[in-house]
């Protein structure tokens, strides 16, 4: 199905879960809530929201960001190895550079604001 097709038929919904919120296309409620499910099966889904745009912003400012941030190979390269885990990307990270704790936190949350 090409991608405009998705686009006009399916909604954004963002799916929070115990330890994730994702951002996705879906048909309808279920349908994010079967996402959810399959990627993240032993977790519990919280909320589910139709978004009320095509698009999902994050706020660089909100995060703490201030000016361009460029991806970081080591944080990336971290998030790989921890399975998107951020709390153990996180350790890893301080372990592979020697980053204190709040350095490797924005370092691992920015990559992912970034669209890791």
Do not use: F
Not at 46 to 68: A, E, F, M, N
Request: glycine fraction near 6%; hydrophobic fraction near 40%; include cysteine.
């Amino acid at each position: 199905m090409p991608v405009n097709e998705v686009e006009t038929s399916a909604a954004l919904y963002e799916i929070e879960t115990n330890a994730h919120i994702m951002i996705g296309w879906a048909e309808s409620r279920e349908a994010a809530e079967a996402i959810a499910r399959k990627h993240y099966p032993s977790e519990d889904v919280l909320r589910i929201t139709r978004r009320p745009r095509d698009v999902w912003v994050i706020s660089k400012r909100l995060l703490g960001i201030k000016g361009t941030a460029d991806p970081c190979d080591t944080a990336r390269d971290c998030l790989a190895r921890a399975a998107g885990d951020k709390v153990h990307a996180i350790r890893l990270y301080m372990l592979d550079t020697g980053a204190d704790l709040h350095e490797a936190q924005r370092a691992i949350e920015t990559n992912m604001s970034l669209g890791w």
